[in-house]
């Protein structure tokens, strides 16, 4: 679209610019604009240690939001992060508690119960043609309470394993904290599906029209099935690197991320229509909202002030970019 | 002549609804320790009016083919307001009511424009502005406090002439003061068409604009009649962020239990009304064939995720499999 209308200040840029998605370029924008803000409030904000512990804290939510991103992409949303992240998370803590054959299943055993609500999910929405985003309101609140009774409504006591501490918190290469690394494989792994691999492509298509994918002779229901799944897996995945970083899972460990998730894809620029976008928006959202997090945190903003900033930050940002076509 | 079969296709879901909420209702009362009294009625009345609000608001938006996830919030943010306002002489409290009653109107009428004139899509926007909504209710009760004008609050929670609940009272009050004119008018079928075929409607020159900013606004307003009464029944206003969600997730069980089709231009809030009741009936039947209170989230989950899927029954009348994919 904005190729043809190449003129103007845009006809002068660079042609990495122009080519850019310009929801990706502001989000890009406003971190810059964020840590200009933060060092004037204190010196130490754009030290690298600082800055390594940023990214450290948005790696969590960049593997979640990845898996969100994953499905957003396909039209489709998932509510059910909130308890898919506390049911890996306590899943993970409570093998842990089974002796060393425990001890060594925790993490894939809290990845795999992220996979079963992902799969549920996706039964529904694909097989069962339930909206999504009722499917995966549902399926949250039977992990709830799958959750709730298992642990008798208080945080289980059952800490984690040394490994998972040791990918949330250790340092396999000097400087560079784990879960950066890890986030940087997913992340790697996810560009590479996405736009290398027949199933990426049939992602986008399924965003975009899945009434024309499936004529084009693509079982998209699976492909639907699995992201989802995916994403449930990935939710876990992020709750069992959390109980790893705070060393056991609590109840509503899970709350925090569901919004941050989807606020992160959204404000990199994928459409939440489906069948746009691209994973570098989604860093840069991930990035943004941790940052925006940090800010506000020292600033010493309380909890309500928080919400409030947050809430109204991204309706002027999908205000600015994300909205739809008006009906002629 | 066959006026009837055509009323009797129209209210199925409503009838389905009422059916399944006396069904339950009867095993309730009959296993009841107490049996069937005024007291035990007034009791399941009163908590099954404040899902019943939020179910009706949740039903205006979705009969436009929206959804609202901040109706919890709204719920919740009204109720803390009237903790502080609704209180003091007659004239205080009833400046009060007008004043959360104009608070929920405004938030709802808030995520109306940011949805129609904004044209951003209504989860995101109201998952946002649910933030938000949240965060002054923080600001108002950073802790659970606050009063309420008892007067008024017993009025409206106790019975009247000893038998009728009062808030079952005040509920057809509402339904018939709001919903039965919105539904009649131009703007609530302006409401229906632009749920049941957006592109259609705009093409006859149906009013969708004003006739889903209107139900936007109204659902905000009967969001804080709920959050009224919750302040009338507990005398406090507290800023939980679960009760929030949880309401505005028993909100979609109560409108899929009650008929409402999630892709709009179908049912109607009396449906929705009756699958609050039905839902909060079949949730309390734990507690009288005593099961332990742990499992009332697993159970309400469960029932919420039956509801849903049992929509997919219309897929075995689907001919044509592309209309699978919408």
């Given at each position: ?328 | ?122 989860i995101v926007a109201t998952i946002a502005t649910g933030a938000v909504y949240f965060g002054i209710a923080l600001l108002l009760r950073p802790f659970p406090g606050g009063s309420v004008n008892e007067d008024l609050a017993d009025a409206l929670t ?144 469960v029932i919420l995720l039956i509801a849903v899927s049992l929509g997919a029954f219309a897929l075995f009348r689907v001919r044509n499999r592309l209309e699978w994919f919408l």
């Amino acid at each position: 679209m904005s190729e043809t209308a190449i003129g103007g200040i845009a006809g002068r840029m660079p042609k990495f610019i122009r080519r850019a998605d310009p929801a990706v370029l502001t989000a890009f924008a406003c971190i810059v604009l964020l840590l200009f803000v933060g060092s004037l409030y204190s010196r130490s904000f754009l030290s690298p240690e600082y800055l390594l512990q940023q990214l450290k804290v948005a790696s969590f939510l960049g593997i979640i939001a990845t898996g969100m991103m994953l499905v957003i992409l396909l039209g489709q949303i998932d509510l059910s992060v909130p308890w898919s992240v506390a049911a890996g998370a306590m899943m993970a803590c409570a093998a842990a508690a089974y002796g060393p054959v425990g001890v060594a299943l925790a993490i894939p055993f809290g990845i795999f119960c992220g996979m079963l609500i992902g799969l549920v999910n996706g039964i529904g929405v694909a097989y069962l043609r339930i909206p999504s985003m009722i499917i995966t309101l549902a399926t949250n609140a039977v992990a709830q309470g799958l959750m709730v009774v298992y642990t008798g409504g208080f945080s289980p006591q059952d800490s984690a394993t040394r490994a998972m501490r040791y990918l949330a918190t250790g340092f396999a290469i000097p400087g560079v904290p784990n879960a950066v690394v890890i986030w940087a494989l997913i992340g790697a792994a996810m560009v590479f599906v996405l736009t290398r691999t027949g199933f990426g492509r049939t992602v986008y298509g399924i965003g975009n029209r899945e009434r024309a994918a499936y004529l084009s002779g693509i079982d998209t229901r699976r492909v639907v099935m699995i992201a989802f799944a995916v994403s449930g897996g990935l939710s876990a995945f992020g709750g069992v690197l959390l109980a790893g970083y705070a060393s056991k899972a609590a109840q509503s460990m899970g709350d925090a991320y569901l919004l941050p998730a989807i606020a992160a894809v959204v404000l990199g620029g994928t459409s939440i229509l489906g069948g746009r976008g691209s994973y570098l928006g989604t860093v840069a959202g991930v990035i943004l909202i941790t940052l925006l997090q940090s800010i506000l945190s020292v600033m010493q903003m309380p909890e309500a002030g928080r919400q409030i900033i947050y809430g109204v930050v991204i309706v002027a940002m999908l205000l600015l970019y994300g909205r739809a076509p008006a009906s002629r | 002549m066959r006026d009837w079969r055509y009323w009797l296709a129209e209210q199925r879901g409503t009838l389905l609804a009422f059916g399944i909420f006396i069904m339950m209702f009867i095993i309730y009362t009959s296993n009841h320790p107490a049996g069937f009294t005024a007291n035990v009625v007034q009791t399941a009345s009163n908590k099954g009016v404040l899902l019943a609000f939020v179910a009706m608001a949740q039903t205006l938006v979705v009969i436009t083919a929206g959804i609202d996830l901040s109706v919890g919030m709204i719920f919740l943010l009204t109720n803390c307001l009237a903790s502080w306002l609704v209180i003091g002489t007659g004239i205080e409290t009833a400046f009060g009511v007008f004043a959360v009653l104009g608070t929920g109107l405004l938030c709802g009428a808030i995520n109306g424009a940011i949805v129609i004139y904004g044209r951003l899509q209504p989860i995101v926007a109201t998952i946002a502005t649910g933030a938000v909504y949240f965060g002054i209710a923080l600001l108002l009760r950073p802790f659970p406090g606050g009063s309420v004008n008892e007067d008024l609050a017993d009025a409206l929670t106790g019975r009247l002439f000893g038998v009728v609940p009062a808030s079952l009272v005040v509920l057809m009050a509402v339904v018939l003061v709001v919903w039965v004119p919105f539904s009649r008018s131009v703007l609530g079928r302006a409401a229906y068409a632009a749920g049941s075929s957006e592109m259609a409607a705009y093409m006859s020159g149906v009013p969708i604009r004003r006739g889903k900013f209107a139900a936007y606004a109204l659902a905000g307003l009967l969001a804080a009649i709920g959050g009224l009464f919750l302040t009338f029944f507990t005398y406090t206003g507290e800023a939980a962020y679960a009760s929030g969600n949880a309401y505005t997730l028993f909100s979609i069980a109560a409108v899929v239990l009650g008929g409402v089709s999630l892709f709009g231009g179908k049912g109607s809030a009396i449906g929705a009304i009756f699958g609050a009741l039905a839902f909060r009936t079949i949730g309390d039947l734990l507690f009288v064939f005593d099961f332990d209170p742990l499992w009332q989230p697993l159970f309400q989950g469960v029932i919420l995720l039956i509801a849903v899927s049992l929509g997919a029954f219309a897929l075995f009348r689907v001919r044509n499999r592309l209309e699978w994919f919408l």
